[in-house]
């Protein structure tokens, strides 16, 4: 079964940093486009960075937060420095995925909670 599994969430002071990573586990035959999403309380799911043929990020973490992957380990980071009490979100990983013998398919993990607070 495939899943990817969210770490790296917590409580944060604003202007701090988090390190989150996402691990893609199972059958997987190849790996495509990689991303995080966020949703805030009340708030639609958003895309926040999204790593494939190009990056691309939200306007509001541009400078900010980083993507990157080791397609090796299977892993997707986001890097979030100079955090905002705006940046409070779950924040869900986001992947492509081909498995063994099938075909392409979209998965969601379960997502990681980010709080940043003082």
């Known amino acids: 079964q495939v899943q990817l599994v969210e770490s790296g969430g917590g409580l944060v002071q604003p202007g701090g940093s988090l390190r989150l990573s996402c691990v893609a586990s199972?059958?997987?035959?190849?790996?495509?486009?990689m991303g995080w999403y966020r949703q805030a309380p009340g708030k639609e799911r958003e895309l926040v960075a999204l790593s494939g043929a190009s990056t691309n990020y939200a306007d509001s973490v541009k400078g900010r937060f980083t993507i990157s992957r080791d397609n090796a380990e299977r892993t997707v980071y986001l890097q979030m420095n100079s955090l905002k009490p705006e940046d409070t979100a779950v924040y869900y990983c986001?992947?492509?995925?081909?498995?063994?013998?099938?075909?392409?398919?979209?998965?969601w993990g379960k997502g990681t909670l980010v709080t940043v607070s003082s």
């Open positions: 199972g059958s997987i035959f190849s790996i495509g486009a």
């Open positions: 986001n992947a492509d995925l081909r498995v063994m013998g099938g075909s392409w398919m979209n998965y």
